[in-house]
C-alpha cells in the first residue's frame, strides 16, 4: 500500500472554509458524513487538481477517480478534444446574450442521437432543466400534479425535492417527504410520491390522480440510489400509462444520459419519453444541460399568451456548446463505449467475485458506465425502501479503506461509481487489487484500526 499523507491540509481548509462558506462547501452533497471518515479525516476533502482517471487531493495524495464529479466526467478529467473545443470557443468571447451558430449545431446533435429529440432547449444544471421539463409538462397539459418517485434525485429546486434521501420509512409511500426547510406546504401539495419498480401501484395512483396530474418523472436508472435498474417492462409501463390517462412522461436523464448508451435509457431500453433532461456527462464537466422533447410539447416554449417562458443568461453560451458538440463527437465514435462497456464490465465482475472470496452477500448492480455494490442478504434490490436492507457499516469502512490505498469513490453508497474513457488497464488492476485488500481491513474492528494507525 502506498502510504496516504494524510488529509491535514483538507482540514486546515475546511476549518477556514466554515468562516465564509455555511458548512464550509458550495453543495451539499460534498459535506461527507461517514462516520469512519469523518473521525479520521475531514468532513470534505479539497482537490489540487484532476486529470484523466486520476484526482489529487491538496495534500498531495492521488487517487484512481470513480466518483468523476457524480457522473459528469465520461471521458477523463481535462480531455484534450473538449479542451481544445472550450479554449478555442473562449478566444471569441464566453457569452452574448444573444444566439450562436454553435447552438444550432449541438441542437441538431442532440436531434441525431436523442431518440425522443425532436427539440432541445439548452441550460446550465441539472436542476434547471428538470425545473423547465416541469413547467414545459404543466403548461402542456394544463394540470398541475406531479408523480415522482423515492429515491429519485431531480435536483435542489423546490417542485421536487421531496423523498430523495434518508426519509423515514415507516411513513406512507404516497406521502411526500420534504428535504429541506424553507419548501412551501403549497408545494408539497403538488406532489405524490410513488414506490419504483411496482407496477401495480403507480398504475393505481395514475388512474386516481390523473385528473390533475401533469407527468410522471423518473430516473430511468436510479442514478442516486445505488443504480438499481428497472424491472423488465416497467418503464414501458410508465409510458403506456401516461399515454393513456393524458400525462407526460419525463426521463430525467442527467445521469444515464450518455452513460448507459449514446442516446441516454432511453435508447437502451427503447422508449421514448416525452421530455427528458440532460446534463453531466454531455459537458465532460462543462455546466451545461439540455431538455430534449417531441416537437408537439417543445412547441409551448415561447413568448407570449399560450406560451411556457424559459430561458437563462448563460443558457447556450458558446463554451458550453462547445465543450458538448465536442464530448458528443468523442463519444460518437465507437470506441469510447467499447472502453467504457468493457472497463466497466470487468470491474463489476472483479468486484463480485471480491466478495464472494470475502463470503459477503452482496450484489452488483447497474450498467458498466454506472454502477454500485449493495451489501445485502436480499436477493433483489428493487426500490428506495429495499436499501435500508444494506450493510452501511461495511460501505462506509470500505469507502475509506479505499480512500487511505488511492481508490475515490463516493462515501454516500447511494451514489454510484462511474468509469471513464480514461481509466486504464493499470487502473483497473490496482482498483481490483486494492479493493481486495480494503475488504479484508474493513472486516477488523474499528477500534482496531483507530489505534493501530492514527496514534500520533
Ligand atoms: C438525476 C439527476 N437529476 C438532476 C440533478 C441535478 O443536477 P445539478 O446538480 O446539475 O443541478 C442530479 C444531480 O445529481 C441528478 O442526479
Redesign the pocket.
Known sequence: MRSHKGFSKSLRLYEEALKYIPAGVSSNARLWANPFVCSFAACTIFIERAFGSHIWDVDGNEYIDYRLA??PVILGHSYPAVHRAVHKADEKGTVYGLDNELEVKLAKLLCRVVPNAEMTRFAN??????MHALRIARGYTKKEKVIKFEG?????HDYLLFSTQHMPFTANIGKPHPQSLGIPEAIKKLVITERWNDFERIEKTVKKNHRHTAAVIT?PVM??AAAIPPKPGYLKHLKELCEKYDLLLIF?E??TGFRLAMGGAQEKFKIKPHLA?F??SMGNGYPI?AITGIRDVMEIIGKGPGHVVHGGTFAGNPVSMAASIATIEELRKRKVFNHINNYGSKLMRGLGDIFEKGKISAIIQGYPGMFMYVPTKKKEITNYRDLGACDVNLCGRLQYELLLRGIMIEEDFEEPMYTCFSHSKKDLQKTLATFEEAMKAAKIPRSAVKAARFRK
Open positions: 457524480f457522473g444544471s441539472g436542476t434547471e432543466a428538470t429519485h434525485y431531480h435536483g435542489a430516473e442514478g442516486n430525467d442527467v445521469k433532461t446534463s453531466k444541460a
